[in-house]
Nanobody, 115 residues
Framework: QVQLGESGGGLVQPGGSLRLSCAAS????????MAWYRQAPGKERELVAQ???????DYANYVKGRFTISRDNAKNTVYLQMNSLKPEDTAVYYC?????????WGQGTQVTVSS
C-alpha cells in the first residue's frame, strides 16, 4: 500500500506563496501520474494540477500561470508551487497518485489564504 504524505500548507496573505510537498513511501518512477486536488468547504473535490510519468503537465484554468507542479523522482516527491494566492484558493489540498488500476490519496494539507 503506497502512502502519500502532504506538507507545506498553512496560513498566507493574499498575493503570497506556498510550496506543497507530497512524499511517497516508495518510488514514484513507476506511477502513471501524480496530481494535486483540492476541496473547499461545501464544494466537491477538484483537480488542480497533474504531472504524468512522461512529465506532461496539466492545470485547471483557474491556477494557470500561478501554480506549478513538479516531481523529483530521486526524492519520491511531487511539489506544488503556488504563487499569487487568492482567498478562493483556500481549501484542503490532497495528493493523488495512479499506478496501473490503483489510485492513492494522501490525507491532505490545509491552505488558508486570508488577510
Amino acid at each position: 500500500q503506497v502512502q502519500l504524505g502532504e506538507s507545506g500548507g498553512g496560513l498566507v496573505q493574499p498575493g503570497g506563496s506556498l510550496r506543497l510537498s507530497c512524499a511517497a513511501s516508495e518510488s514514484i518512477f513507476g506511477f502513471n501520474a501524480m496530481a494535486w486536488y483540492r476541496q473547499a468547504p461545501g464544494k466537491e473535490r477538484e483537480l488542480v494540477a497533474q504531472i504524468t510519468h512522461a512529465g506532461i503537465k496539466d492545470y485547471a484554468n483557474y491556477v494557470k500561470g500561478r501554480f506549478t507542479i513538479s516531481r523529483d523522482n530521486a526524492k519520491n516527491t511531487v511539489y506544488l508551487q503556488m504563487n499569487s494566492l487568492k482567498p478562493e484558493d483556500t481549501a484542503v489540498y490532497y495528493c493523488h497518485a495512479v499506478r496501473g488500476v490503483d489510485a492513492y490519496w494522501g490525507q491532505g494539507t490545509q491552505v488558508t489564504v486570508s488577510s
